[in-house]
C-alpha cells in the first residue's frame, strides 16, 4: 500500500505527506507469522498432547460445535471422489435425521471444503510419488486400557487440518504488523501491534483451543478487510477498482465462514455512516464502498445457496438504509460537531443517523416477514434480555453460558474518547473500537474484537504526526521502548501462564459410549440427547442425530426444546410422544446435565420452570429416569457419564 496523503477529503493536520511502503518488512512479516503458527501449535499440544492421541481421541477432542464441523471435513476425504463427499455434504439426511438439508448452506462450511480438497490433493500427489506424509506409532495408556496408534504429519486427516488453522492465523499476525506500521506510519506501530496482542494473546483469541471454529478460520480476513479499508479511507482520491475488489473479495472471505460475521459488519457500517454524517467521507467514497459491500452480500447469498438469514439481516437492512441516506449531505463539513469532547450526543441527535437506525429496523423485520425467517429472532431476544428482566427457553441456554454473559468487571471502562481529532483514520477507527467495546460488555466472548482493535489503536503511540511534536525523533523513540518494557513485565507473566498450561486429553467414558454405539446399534438407529454429544455421536459413529449443536435454525430449536424435554418436569410419556415424532430410537441421558447449574437459575430443570410453568415443583424427568427408565424407555448401556435409553415405541416394544 502507498498514501499519498492522510486524510480522507479534508484537510490533513501540518505535517510532510506520509508515504510508506513495505517492500522493507518483508522479513519482519515472515517472522511474525511462523512465530505465531509456532506459538499456537505449541499450546495446542502442551494442552492435550494431540501428537499422541488416537484417532477417535482426536475426534472428540473437537467438542460440541468443532466436533460438527470436523465431521464435513471428514465425510469429504473419506468419500470415493471429491464430488461424491460434496455430494453428500449438500445432500446430508444424517444432522437432522429425517430431513435432508444442504450443510453448505447452512453451516458455513466452506473451510472444510477448502481444506479436505486440499487434503485429497496433497495425500494423491505424495503417493503418486511415493513420499511418506505421516509418521506413526503405539501408544500405551496404561490403566490395562489397549494401546492406540497415533499418527503425526501433515498426512493424518486431523494434523492436516489444524496446521493450516494455524497457519491462517500466523498470517493474520503479519497481517497485524503491516495493519498497525500502516496505521502508525512507522515499523514501531507494528511491532507494537503485534507486542499488544501478543502479550494479551488469551484475551484475543482462542484459536489454540477451539481450532474448528468459524472465528479461527474468518477473523484473519476480517483484519485483512479492515487494512483495505483503511487503506480506501486514506486515500485522498477516488479509490482505485483494484482496492475495491481486494475489499470486496475480503469481505466474502470474512463473511462465508462465520455466520456472526454479518453482526460485525454492521457495526463497521454504522461506523462509516456516522464518519459520513461528521463529514469525513465524500458521498462518492460513501457509496463506492456501500456497492462493494452490496456486491459482496450478494455473492454470499449466491454461495450460500439463498440462505435467507443474509438478506433477512440488521446488516442487509443498514446498507439499504445508509444508501437511502447518502444524499441528505452532499457538502460534508470535517470535524463540524468535533467539540469539547460532547460530539457523541450531537452525533446520536443527528437527524440522518436516527433516520437510518429506525428505517434498518423497520426494514429487517419487514424483510423478515416476507421472506418467513425467523432463524435469528433469537438473536433480538438475547439482546432484549441484556437489558430487561425477559427471559425464555432461548435465551436462557445462551445467558446460562459464561461466554455468553456480561464482561467481567475488571476488565473496566475504556477511555477512547481523547483519541477524536481531526483525522479520518482516527475518527473511524475509534467509533469502531467503541462498536467492539459495546459488543464486548454485552457478551463476553466478543473481546475477540475489542482486544485487538485496541492493540491495533496502540500502534498510534508511535506516529510521528501525532506525536512528533513532543519531542525529538529519538527521544520519541526512547519513550516508546520504554513502552515496551513496562509491557514487557506483565506480557511475559500471561505468556508464561499460557505455556504452564499441561495436560493430555482424554474421555474414557465417551469413548466406551461410541464403542458400544458402533458394536451394538445398526447404522441407520436415530440418537437424540445433549447437542455436543450428539456431535460427536455423528463424526465418530456415523450415526443419524436429530439435534446438534449449531443453534442458529428455528426449526432446529425447537427439535432441541423437544430433545431437551428430557431434562424438564414433564410426564414421561409426553417426552417420549415427542422424541417418537423424531423418530428416535436411542436417548442418550447424562446426569450432570440435570444437575450441574453455573448460578441460580441456570440449571436445565430451572430453565425448563420458566418454559413450562405448570410443572414447576415436580421432580425432574431426567431424575426419575436416572432411577428406573421404565415403562417408556429401557436402558441398554450406562456408564459413570452416560446412559443409553432406548425409545419404546407405541403399541410395539422393537426397535432398530
Given amino acids: 500500500f502507498q498514501s499519498d496523503q492522510v486524510g480522507c477529503h479534508a484537510k490533513s493536520t501540518p505535517g510532510p505527506p506520509q508515504t510508506f511502503v513495505f517492500s522493507t518488512v518483508d522479513s519482519r512479516v515472515l517472522t511474525f507469522l511462523f512465530s505465531i503458527r509456532y506459538h499456537l501449535s ?52 444424517l444432522t437432522e435425521y429425517p430431513l435432508v438439508i444442504n450443510t453448505l448452506k447452512r453451516f458455513n462450511l466452506y473451510p472444510e471444503v477448502v481444506l479436505a480438497s486440499w487434503y485429497r490433493m496433497y495425500t494423491s500427489t505424495m503417493d503418486f510419488f511415493g513420499i511418506s506424509t505421516k509418521m506413526c506409532w503405539s501408544v500405551n495408556r496404561g490403566e490395562g486400557l489397549s494401546p492406540v496408534e497415533s499418527c503425526e504429519g501433515l498426512g493424518d486427516p486431523a494434523h492436516f487440518y489444524v496446521s493450516f488453522v494455524f497457519l491462517l492465523n500466523g498470517v493474520m499476525m503479519s497481517l497485524f504488523f503491516l495493519y498497525g506500521t500502516y496505521l502508525s506510519g512507522s515499523w514501531l506501530g507494528g511491532t507494537t501491534t503485534v507486542l499488544c496482542f501478543f502479550f494479551n494473546h488469551g484475551e484475543s483469541t482462542r484459536v489454540m483451543w477451539t481450532p474448528p471454529l468459524r472465528e479461527s478460520f474468518s477473523y484473519p480476513f476480517l483484519v485483512l478487510q479492515m487494512l483495505l479499508l483503511t487503506y480506501i479511507l486514506r486515500y485522498d482520491k477516488i479509490p482505485r477498482r483494484r482496492a475495491l475488489v481486494a475489499l470486496g473479495v475480503s469481505n466474502v472471505l470474512f463473511m462465508l465462514p462465520w455466520q456472526f460475521a454479518q ?137 446460562c453460558a459464561a461466554e455468553f454473559d456480561f464482561m467481567e468487571r475488571e476488565v473496566g471502562i475504556i477511555n477512547i474518547l481523547n483519541m477524536i481529532s481531526s483525522n479520518c483514520r482516527l475518527v473511524f477507527h475509534t467509533l ?105 455421536v455423528k463424526l465418530s459413529a456415523l450415526r443419524p442425530i436429530v439435534n446438534h449443536p449449531h443453534y442458529e435454525d428455528a426449526g432446529l430449536r425447537e427439535r432441541t426444546k423437544l430433545v431437551y424435554a428430557m431434562y424438564s418436569r414433564m410426564p414421561a410419556d409426553v417426552v417420549r410422544k415427542n422424541l417418537e415424532k423424531l423418530q428416535v430410537d436411542y436417548y442418550i441421558l447424562e446426569d450432570s446435565w440435570c444437575t450441574k447449574r453455573s448460578r441460580p437459575g441456570c440449571s436445565m430443570p430451572e430453565i425448563w420452570d420458566v418454559e413450562d410453568p405448570k410443572n414447576k415443583g415436580k421432580v425432574p424427568l431426567c431424575t426419575i429416569m436416572s432411577r428406573d427408565a421404565r415403562p417408556h424407555f429401557i436402558t441398554v448401556f450406562q456408564n459413570s457419564v452416560y446412559k443409553v435409553l432406548r425409545v419404546l415405541r407405541t403399541g410395539s416394544k422393537a426397535v432398530r
Fill in 263 to 399: 453482526f460485525v459488519l454492521l457495526t463497521q457500517i454504522s461506523c462509516l455512516f456516522a464518519s459520513y454524517i461528521m463529514g469525513y467521507l465524500t458521498p462518492t467514497k460513501m457509496q463506492l464502498v456501500l456497492i462493494t459491500h452490496i456486491i459482496s452480500l450478494g455473492v454470499c447469498f449466491v454461495l450460500m445457496f439463498g440462505n435467507a438469514m443474509l438478506l433477512t439481516s440488521f446488516y442487509a437492512s443498514s446498507l439499504v438504509s445508509v444508501w437511502v441516506s447518502i444524499p441528505w449531505r452532499s457538502k460534508p463539513s470535517p470535524g463540524k460537531y468535533i467539540v469539547n469532547h460532547v460530539w457523541l450526543t450531537h452525533l446520536f441527535s443527528y437527524t440522518g443517523l436516527f433516520a437510518w437506525l429506525i428505517s434498518t429496523i423497520i426494514l429487517k423485520f419487514t424483510m423478515s416477514m416476507v421472506f418467513g425467517a425467523s432463524d435469528d429472532a433469537h438473536i433480538s431476544s438475547l439482546i432484549k434480555s441484556k437489558f430487561t428482566s425477559y427471559k425464555d427457553f432461548d435465551t436462557l441456554m445462551y445467558t
Fill in 432 to 536: 469502531q473500537l467503541m462498536a467492539f467495546a459495546v459488543l464486548a460488555v454485552l457478551i463476553m466472548r466478543l473481546k475477540l474484537f475489542l482486544t485487538p482493535q485496541m492493540c491495533l489503536m496502540g500502534s498510534l503511540i508511535c506516529s510521528r504526526q501525532l506525536f512528533g511534536w513532543l519531542t525529538e525523533r529519538y527521544k520519541h523513540q526512547v519513550m516508546v521502548f520504554a513502552m515496551f518494557s513496562m509491557m514487557a513485565v506483565q506480557g511475559v507473566s500471561n505468556l508464561q501462564a499460557q505455556w504452564n498450561i499441561m495436560g493430555e486429553f482424554s474421555n474414557l467414558p465417551q469413548e466406551e459410549l461410541l464403542q458400544w454405539i458402533q458394536d451394538n446399534t445398526s447404522p441407520d438407529s436415530v440418537f437424540a440427547g445433549a447437542m455436543p454429544t450428539m456431535a460427536s
Fill in 42 to 93: 505449541y499450546l495446542f499440544e502442551n494442552d492435550r498432547h494431540f501428537s499422541h492421541l488416537s484417532t477417535l481421541e482426536k475426534e472428540m477432542a473437537f467438542r460440541t460445535e468443532m466436533g460438527l464441523y470436523y465431521s464435513y471435513y471428514k465425510t469429504i476425504i473419506e468419500a470415493p471422489s471429491f464430488a461424491s463427499g460434496l455430494h453428500s455434504i449438500m445432500n446430508d439426511r
